[in-house]
């Protein structure tokens, strides 16, 4: 398909073909049956941020409606709603599949140095899937919309809560699904499909926190999808699994949920940890810091993941002794998590740091990432939790550790974007929209540690007005989260359409899709990359002439300290 | 920085709203406001709640500690290696150090240990009932509280007397609910088909908030009443007054209900003893029908109770039904019997939970929102 | 799965000697190009190893996806074995076990049509995959009978649990003909007639072991459920508990004589064989897309990574029948 031979265009690289993945073939058909992974990447990408984009308006008719305790602009059962919606909507749609679906998409088997995911059908397939559970689920605004929180807790969500229940729990099933086929993709193509001479250990970092997360993926996601099963039929032919009035255990539901619903939250911040690997280690031009412990890391939290969800459920009863134990389990995990922090700082120490976009939005992660990950020991804690679950303090601290993970895909999208889009955006642009969205973000969202800890109690449409004064101030940042996003749609889109040519390496990095064109050709390689430490940049040297960097042998004489 | 200055702007707004305290009538939830807090925790009232301070403190400290640490090297590493020209190298290009890594891998680990071995044993002191107290019967649905005490009697506010350990056994007629008193430091979820229990002390008189902090559907954030905490001595004394109507012989309540005007003046001794129709304004307040049923003809999850006495009621069926004794009666004890039209079953019954002479007080209520409507 | 399959319908290379099974068989060296080999596969060998591991990977999902259901069911008949006790004798065990062997068998049939591709037998694949096919369909049709009868005689999951009486069948015309006693179950009546020599005696209701259902009068020997007077069997929400604090101290049932929330039993029942009726239905439509392809010629020993594939599935599928059987049928 690719192979006319189109003599030399960039200068200072090789003549190439111009040929490319984008425009190697035209039209909608051409997109919509693609098999390219790279073209299912795109595609997830712009459903994925069109629908942040979707949760995010929900997110300030939330703040909006909270300016005042009582009514301000809507009703109590609309902003049930609305934070519902907003929930669904980023977790399930949004942040899951956002970076390994999308990024990952993109990037694993160029990074391996395939020509494709080991099932490219299936790919295909869990992207339409996606599509068909996103519609499913915003489907239910016009059955009347669900009120009862993205956690779906029974016996509210079976015996009240509205019609809207069965599109949106069928969609976040079908969603499951999706994502259990992305993992399984992904673990065979990095079993199967890395090339030749490329070991474990040779893996770029990224790669090994998508493994992690595509194990969570298939072991965790079934199970969701057979708790969510069991509430359609509850709902629909009044069972009763979980309504004590028919026999059953309305707890039982959590202990199902959350054995899914916490893996999900290592499915969402394992991936951010991996593009952050890359990210700090090509932006300070210094090899990664300590990668066996970060990989390994990676898997271990993947593993313990599993055994903490109990720790949702320290003040709905459980025996002490289970209570314990979850908590002991959870501290565990902070283990892990800090020693990834740790060794990013490490590869910080003496590097050559550039501050460009992706590298703000990777330093952005590690002071939010660092609030999120602190907050939660106040959480696994059990004394403390008992006062603060279910309040402001647990929102804000998900927050703190799920934005991270947008904050990583954002950076991800400005890391990847010359090479997905073959284009430049506005860097200039791109570091104030940066600003803006870490400054709204945490105005947003500290104050909500503070009232939290005060007491004030999540999803609460009314509340008591000694609260107001962190209420405004929280609603006051999200407008300014909001003022971020529009002007990166804004200078991503003027990139698209007049964008400065991308070099084929714009930030020096050493891996894989770096070594092919911008944007790569339909088999992603014009010849096959030679194995060798993908974090090792003194091979890199920037080129005026190509405004990026190219890579140079380095003579057996020059320095090249020994691992 | 930017936290820091959020941090500062609480502050200096909590400061303003203290001393403006009185102004702000908090109209919207009716709650009293808590102006003795700290920057990081409501007001102490209860026995344990020191102790969960304590340990919130300790972490908070070692969490500002750890974050000002590598955020510290974070900033100092952006500014000291910074990136100049394209072609500055590295300084170091270090792969690992496995006894530097093996170091920070562990050592967290003891302040984890202390973390959650405090956490746990302190969770043990703050659930473990005292083996004696003052029972009390918590009933939640949606959206209000009912409180039920040793002699019968049940209110939608908790009153307790200081300095006594309270037991609380809690039970939900529909969905999840959590009983949660900020200044308590107690939060314990309340679940349909099952008894949960907990337990408090209250070591200061005064109101306090107490709110449903498990999402129970739409009006969840109405579901708040408040606790008041009485002095020892005064307690007995307001629950010997709380429920005048409980304390009526069979003879005394016929006395009653056939003159109330003249038996209340007879008998000065039963204090908060009122008018049939006003009694049965305060049960609609009370066990929580105001959350469903106005009486002002506002529409709500449940028909009005305004001008329904005496009319025939159309049904969900098609069918229509006289409102009288029987039908008041049994829609209070068989809710989704027969459901007026235009509205869900999603009603609980009140059996045992509504004595026979309580139901007599709302039928009088509801007739005497009939006769206003007729006289107009 | 299907992906490793590019959709040309070339003739496979058949003369390619080598069998390849498992351990990586080295087909694609040297010569030619298999019309099979997707693009972005090295080998045939890459492919056949990466499908098989997916496969693995599929059905270590579906063995959770079931993982998930038979974790409910043992939480709640820790909670209620009484229902569990109560509801698994109206579960016809001889169907159930011919059902099983039924499942066997297929299984065993797969295994020798996979067999065959591996050898470059078509016709003993054909074969092998007809027979798996039939074997589908015996499962299935055994399944309708026994779905119908538990229908018709009201033994439905939740709200929809309504168990007629044996006193209600005894009333109605049709029962006087001695078997058949149930009337929306006759119509089918051969299968269970072939089924009739059921072993189980006293779990009588089973209406579809008829004949000596007639015979036995059905009160006293029937279990708790079925036995009480005429207002007991049907339990409905609003009859069990008013909801309110009077009604049920710990969630758990008022014990006397009738058991109550049988339905629950059934509702796990249906849900547990239903999931697995639908991967039976799926298994049956990827053998049969299979049969196609090899009445086609397309599997050799150069090529038979779908008949490899779909045969795991099948297996897997009657993997978990074989648990499901004996939890739902046989524990007492």
Same mark, same amino acid.
């Given at each position: ?53 979707l ?8 703040r ?27 977790v399930f ?34 992207f ?47 969603l ?29 970092? !990224? ?42 255990d309305?707890?039982? !539901? ?64 459980q ?64 004394a ?61 969202? !500290?104050?909500q ?5 005060h ?18 101030i ?56 030679v ?5 090792d ?27 | ?89 590295a ?5 690992h ?42 009933n ?28 609380l ?11 949660y ?13 099952r ?87 305060k ?56 459901v ?34 007729t006289?107009? | ?33 298999n ?51 109560a509801?698994?004798q ?9 059902n ?28 092998g ?33 309504a168990?007629?009486?044996d ?59 079925v ?65 196609m ?17 779909g ?22």
């Open positions: 398909m690719a192979s006319i031979s189109v003599p030399g265009a960039i200068a200072g690289q090789p003549a190439r073909s111009k040929a490319n993945y984008l425009n190697a073939s035209s039209g909608f058909l051409s997109w919509a049956f693609t098999l390219d992974h790279k073209r299912i990447g795109v595609m997830y990408l712009v459903g994925i941020f069109t629908a942040f984009l949760g995010g308006l929900f997110a300030l008719l939330v909006t409606e909270l300016l005042t305790p009582g009514p301000t602009i809507t009703t109590h059962d609309w902003y049930n709603r609305f934070f519902t919606l907003h929930g669904a909507i980023m749609i949004v942040i899951i599949p956002g970076i390994p679906a999308a990024l990952g998409n993109f990037a694993l088997p160029i990074m391996i140095g395939a020509k494709d995911v080991a099932f490219p059908r299936l790919n295909l397939a869990s339409y899937m996606w599509v068909i559970g996103t519609l499913f689920a915003i489907s239910t605004l016009a059955f009347g919309a669900v009120d009862t929180g993205w956690t779906f807790y029974t016996p509210y969500s079976t015996k009240y809560a509205f019609n809207g229940m069965i599109p949106v729990v069928a969609g976040a099933f079908i499951g699904f999706s994502s259990i086929f992305t993992g399984l993709n992904f673990i065979v193509t990095i079993h199967k499909l890395r090339a030749p001479g490329m070991g474990w250990f040779g893996l770029p970092l !990224f790669l090994w926190s998508l493994y992690a997360t595509a194990l969570v993926q298939i072991l965790a996601t079934p199970v969701l999808g057979i708790t969510l099963l069991l509430l359609l039929v509850e709902r629909t032919l009044g069972v009763g699994f979980f309504n004590p009035e028919l026999g059953g309305p707890v039982l !539901f959590q202990h199902f949920f959350w054995f899914y619903s916490h893996p999900a939250v290592y499915i969402m911040i394992l991936p951010a940890m991996g593009v952050m690997s890359e990210l700090i280690s090509v932006f300070s031009h210094k090899h990664i810091f300590g990668y066996k412990f970060i990989a390994f890391s990676s898997v271990a939290i993947a593993l313990l993941g599993f055994l903490v969800w109990g720790h949702h459920m320290f003040v709905s009863g025996s002490n002794l289970v209570g314990m134990i979850f908590s002991a389990i959870t501290f565990t995990i902070a283990v892990p998590s800090a020693i990834k922090v740790f060794n990013w700082l490490a590869t910080m120490y003496k590097g050559s740091i550039s501050l460009n976009s992706p590298m703000l939005y990777a330093l952005s992660f590690m002071w939010i990432f660092g609030i999120g990950g602190l907050t939660g020991l106040f959480l696994g804690t059990m403390t939790d008992v006062h603060l679950h279910d309040t402001y303090f647990v929102v804000a601290h998900f927050h703190y550790v799920m934005a991270g993970t947008i904050f990583v895909l954002f950076g991800g999208i400005h890391y990847w974007w010359p090479k997905m889009t073959g284009k430049m955006f506005n860097e200039p642009l791109a570091r104030l929209s940066c600003l803006l969205l870490f400054v709204g973000f945490n105005v947003t969202f !500290f104050t540690f503070m009232m939290g800890s007491g004030m109690p999540r999803r609460y449409y009314n509340y008591p007005a000694q609260f107001q004064m962190y209420h405004q929280s609603s006051a940042g999200s407008y300014i989260m909001g003022l971020g996003v529009i002007l990166m749609v804004g200078y991503l889109l003027h990139s698209l359409a007049r964008g400065r040519k991308a070099p084929d390496n714009p930030w020096g990095g050493a891996t894989f899709e770096w070594r092919t064109s911008s944007p790569p050709p339909v088999e992603n390689f014009h010849e096959q990359p194995v060798d430490d993908l974090y940049y003194e091979k890199l040297f920037w080129d005026e002439q190509a405004g990026g960097y190219v890579r140079r042998e380095v003579p057996d004489g020059a320095a090249r300290p020994a691992h | 920085m930017m936290t820091s200055l959020a941090f500062l702007l609480i502050h200096l707004a909590q400061a303003a709203a203290t001393t403006t305290a009185p102004a702000v009538t908090d109209l919207s939830t009716n709650l009293p406001i808590d102006n003795q807090g700290t920057v990081w925790m409501p007001s102490q009232a209860s026995t344990t709640a020191h102790q969960i301070d304590a340990l919130f403190h300790f972490i908070l400290y070692l969490c500002v500690f750890f974050f000002v640490l590598i955020i510290g090297c974070m900033f100092y590493f952006m500014g000291v290696y910074r990136r100049r020209h394209p072609e500055q190298r300084l170091s290009n270090a792969t150090n496995t006894p530097l890594e093996l170091a920070w891998s562990i050592l967290p680990g003891f302040l984890l240990v202390i973390m959650f071995w405090w956490g746990f044993t302190v969770f043990l002191d703050v659930r473990t009932s005292p083996a004696d107290g003052y029972a009390i019967n918590v939640a649905q949606q959206w209000s509280w009912s409180f039920g005490y040793p002699n019968g009697h049940e209110d939608n506010n908790l009153h307790v007397p200081v300095n006594t350990n309270i037991l056994t809690m039970n939900s007629a529909d969905v999840l609910h959590s009983f008193v900020p200044s308590f430091r107690v939060k314990m979820d309340v679940v349909p088909g008894y949960t229990k907990t337990w408090f002390n209250a070591n200061k008189t005064g109101e306090y908030m107490l709110l449903c902090a498990e999402y129970c559907g739409k009006q969840h954030s109405d579901m708040n009443a408040k606790v008041i905490v009485h002095p020892k001595e005064d307690f007995p004394v307001w629950l010997a007054n709380a429920d005048p109507l409980s304390r009526l012989t069979e003879e005394q309540l016929a006395e009653f209900k056939s003159n109330p005007d003249k038996f209340i003046k007879g008998h000065p001794e039963l204090q908060g003893l009122e008018p049939p129709a006003s009694l049965g304004r049960l609609w307040d009370r066990k929580g029908c105001k959350t469903c049923h106005s009486l002002d003809g506002a529409t709500n999850t449940g028909p009005t109770f305004k001008g329904v006495w005496g009319i025939q009621q159309p049904l969900r069926d098609g069918s229509s039904i006289l409102v009288d004794e029987n039908f008041v009666r049994d829609s209070i004890l068989n809710p989704n019997k027969n007026a039209k235009g509205y869900d079953a999603v009603m609980p019954t009140y059996q045992g939970r509504v004595k026979d002479r309580e139901i007599d007080m709302i039928i009088a209520m509801l007739k005497s929102l009939s006769e206003k409507e006289k107009k | 799965m299907a992906d490793a399959v590019s959709p040309q319908t070339a003739p496979a290379d058949a003369a390619h000697g080598s069998q390849g099974h498992g351990a990586g068989g080295g087909d694609a060296h040297g010569h030619g190009h019309p099979f080999l997707a693009h972005h596969f090295e080998t045939m060998s890459q492919q056949f190893d990466s499908g098989k591991l997916g496969m693995w990977l599929f059905l270590g999902t579906e063995i959770l996806l079931f993982g998930g259901l038979f974790c409910a069911y043992a939480i709640w008949r820790g909670n209620h074995p009484e229902i569990f006790h509801g698994h109206h579960l016809n065990k001889t169907l159930g076990a011919i099983t062997v039924v499942l066997l068998l297929s299984s065993f049939t797969m295994a020798w049509a996979v067999r065959c591709a591996q050898t470059s037998n078509r016709n003993g694949l054909i074969l995959l007809t027979l798996t096919l039939l074997g589908g369909f015996g499962f299935m049709g055994i399944k309708y009978f026994e779905y119908s009868e538990k229908i018709a005689h009201g033994y439905r999951p939740g709200k929809y649990y168990p007629k009486h006193a209600a069948h005894a009333a109605t015309p049709a029962a006087a003909a001695g078997h058949a006693a149930a009337p929306a179950a006759d119509a089918h009546a051969p299968a269970p007639a072939a089924a009739a020599s059921d072993g189980h005696a006293s779990g009588a209701q089973t209406a579809a072991a008829g004949s000596e259902h007639a015979a036995t009068p059905p009160p006293a020997a029937t279990p708790p459920a036995a009480g007077g005429a207002d007991a069997p049907k339990i409905l929400p609003a009859a069990v508990a008013p909801g309110g604090l009077a009604a049920q101290p710990a969630g758990a049932g008022h014990g006397g004589e009738d058991t109550p929330n049988v339905h629950l039993y059934f509702s796990i029942y249906f849900c547990l064989t239903g999931l697995h009726g639908i991967h039976v239905l799926a298994g049956m439509t990827v053998i049969a897309w299979l049969l392809r090899s009445v086609r010629g397309d599997f050799s020993s150069a090529y038979f990574d779908p008949v490899d594939l045969g795991l599935y099948w297996h897997l599928v009657d993997l978990i029948w074989i648990y499901l059987f004996p939890l739902l049928y046989l524990i007492d």
